[in-house]
Structures are given as C-alpha cells and as structure tokens.
C-alpha cells in the first residue's frame, strides 16, 4: 500500500496510479529546498502532502508552518507573515513575529496562495528572491532561511490572464508542480479510504470497527465526492455514530450517495405528500433519505428533522398495528404525548 509517512498523527492513504505519482514527486522533491506548488481541489490533501514534504525534509525537526491566505482579512496577512516592530501602528505594543519568521530553518505552507493581494505578492517576490523580510515597521530585513510550499485550488494561469495573479510570482514558486488528482479520477482509493477513516473513526470512539458490505461499498466507489477525501471522511464518521448495526449497508447511505432517488424529489420529501399512505410513505423510505448526508444546496434543518420524527412515527405506529399505546412505547413517549405529535403532523391512519 502506498504510504509515504506514518506518524501518530496521521498516514496518507492511496494506491492509485493518480496518487502514486504524487507520492512519486513527494519522494524526490523532499529532500531538496526547491519551491513546491501543489495544486487540486479543496479536500484532496494538498495540506497533507505539503506537511509530508516536510516531514520527510531535513527540515522535518524545524517548524511547520501552515497560513491559509484566503481565511485572513487582507489588511491583516501583511502582518500575519511577516510581523510588525513594537510602534509600528497604533496598537502595536509590543514586536511581533510573523509566521514567515516563525518557519525559520523550516517549511512555511501558503495555502490557497491564489487569494494573495496583489500589493503582497509584490513583497512576496521580493522575500523569495533576497531570501530576507521586512517586519513592517521595521528599519533592516531580517534574513531568512525557509522552505516555501504553497498550494491552491484555482486555475492560476486563469488569474495571471485576469490580472489577479502576478505572472513572475507564479513562476518561482511553481518549481516543481505537484497535482492531486481529484477522488473521482481514483476510484480505486475508496475502499482502502474508506477503511481507513472506519477504522480511525470506531478507534477514537473506543468501538469496535463497522464493516462496510460490498454493495454499500460499490455505491460509495460510484458517488463523484465532489468535496473529496474531507467529505469522504467527515462521512463515514457520521456513519459510524449513526447507522444502526454493525455493518453498514445501502439502506444506510442517504439517497445522494445511494443514487437512487432523484435529486427533486427532495423538495417532494421535506413538503410532506398527505395523498400517501403511511406505509407508501415508509417504503419510500422517507426517514432513511435523511438519514445523514447534508445535500450541496443545504438543508432546511427544521422540516428535515420533522421529516425524520414523522417517519419514526410512522413506522412505530405500522409495527404496533396502530395500537398507540404500544407505539408510545417503543419510541419512550408518554400516550399523551404521542397523540399531540399525531394531531400536530396531521398524521391519521
Ligand atoms: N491520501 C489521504 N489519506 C488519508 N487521509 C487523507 C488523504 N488525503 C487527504 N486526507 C485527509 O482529508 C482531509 C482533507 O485534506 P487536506 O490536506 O486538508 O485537503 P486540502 O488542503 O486539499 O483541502 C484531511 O483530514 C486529511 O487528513
Ligand atoms: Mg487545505
């Protein structure tokens, strides 16, 4: 299996022959201090990839340091990376070092490098070429020996074209290119990923692993994860606390993932159909659409949720034969209680 590094903290996973190549580059281009840009899609590791180059440097010792470029306000990243002298402006106290200087003898990771103002690229150039910063504020650069990575997801040759993004920038820090195929484009890793966020999962919870049978699995191979491994793995943690059982089966995925339901029938499904019957309501598997999985365009939390209580309801009801004392029971409602609920959703036999 392809793992370029395991530590404690984390292993990247994929056997693929798009990911092998990435682990490939990974393997040459970590030992040299060469500039390192690594481009993909949000949620396909490009943090990941960019702390394995780190950490199989001989910098791996020295700081890593990661900055998200588009998540601080524009004012503030001047600042943020390359610190301010005690006096610089009104507020500043005390000197503060930045993050840059922070990654000395390191590694500094400038995420989502396509977001940088244009003002700061212009410093940033100058920083990669004399090799030393300017604490704003500041009356001598301060030399500095850093490692830079940077990543994004936009197509940069795109924002040179607009304008956006300076054309020299780009080509020092483009050395050497490194391009994380999208989860679509490597099918063959989700199984192996798969696994290997159920087994992350149960272990943090102190459970013993669920296992995935293989027509589940085979949905999960078909789905297009537009958001990734993070969606993938932020998933199957929601599986793990909330499929019923020890194995999961497809009657456990929601219906984006299980591909079977089209997408506007979801509107059908949250403005609830009175002309069905219960029971057609529950093979239409009303609860089990949301069961988890939250669609592209969001959810309307409150009627989702009624949606789910009504077909818990409704499937108490049918098993009891309508008997609402026993359905009471099995959902742990006082009698009362349940046929408020009933009155209120409007829900008869
Ligand atoms: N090949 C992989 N194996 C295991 N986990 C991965 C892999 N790629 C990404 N991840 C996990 O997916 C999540 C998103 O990765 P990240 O590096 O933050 O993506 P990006 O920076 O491209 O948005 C993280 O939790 C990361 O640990
Ligand atoms: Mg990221």
Not at 7 to 23: D, K, L, R, W
Not at 46 to 62: C, G, Q, V, Y
Not at 105 to 127: H, N, S, W
Not at 211 to 223: G, P, R
Request: charged share 30%.
């Amino acid at each position: 299996m392809g793992i370029v590094k395991q530590t404690a903290n984390y292993s990247i996973i994929g056997e693929s022959q798009g990911i092998q190549s990435v682990f490939d580059i990974v393997g040459k281009a970590a030992g040299s201090d060469s500039t390192v840009m690594v481009f993909g899609e949000s949620g396909t590791g490009k943090e990941l990839i960019a702390r394995a180059l780190h950490e199989n440097s001989p910098r791996r010792d020295k700081p890593f340091i990661a900055v998200n470029c588009g998540a601080i306000p524009h004012e503030l990243l001047e600042s943020e990376l390359f610190g301010y002298e005690k006096g610089a402006f009104t507020g500043a106290a005390t000197t503060r070092i930045g993050r840059v200087e922070l990654a000395n003898e390191g590694t500094i990771f400038l995420d989502e490098i396509g977001d940088m103002p244009a003002a700061l690229q212009v410093k940033l150039l100058r920083v990669l070429a004399e090799r030393e910063i300017d604490r704003l504020g500041g009356t001598k650069p301060v030399q500095i020996d850093v490692r830079f990575i940077t990543a994004t997801h936009r197509n940069l040759e795109d924002s040179i074209k607009e304008g956006k993004f300076r054309e020299d920038l780009y080509y020092r820090l483009n050395i050497i290119p490194l391009v994380i195929p999208p989860l679509r484009d490597r099918k063959g890793d989700i199984p192996l990923l798969a696994r290997h966020f159920l087994n992350k999962c149960s272990e943090n919870q102190g459970k013993e692993s669920k296992t995935i049978n293989q027509e589940a699995m085979q949905k999960l191979v078909d789905y297009s994860w537009p958001g990734n491994i993070r969606e993938l793995g932020n998933f199957i943690e929601r599986m793990v606390v909330l499929s019923v059982g020890s194995t999961i089966t497809p009657r456990d995925l929601p219906e984006k993932v299980r591909g079977e339901v089209p997408r506007e029938s979801l509107s059908k499904i949250t403005e609830p159909d009175f002309e069905q019957s219960p029971s057609e309501m529950l093979q239409n598997g009303l609860q089990q659409s949301f069961f988890m999985g939250l669609p592209e365009d969001g959810i309307n939390l409150k009627s989702v949720v009624e949606d789910f209580e009504r077909g818990l309801i409704l499937e108490a009801l049918e098993k009891t034969n309508w008997v609402k004392n026993k359905a009471a029971g099995l959902l742990q409602l006082n009698r009362t209680t349940l046929v408020e609920k009933l009155k209120k959703m409007k829900i008869t036999r």
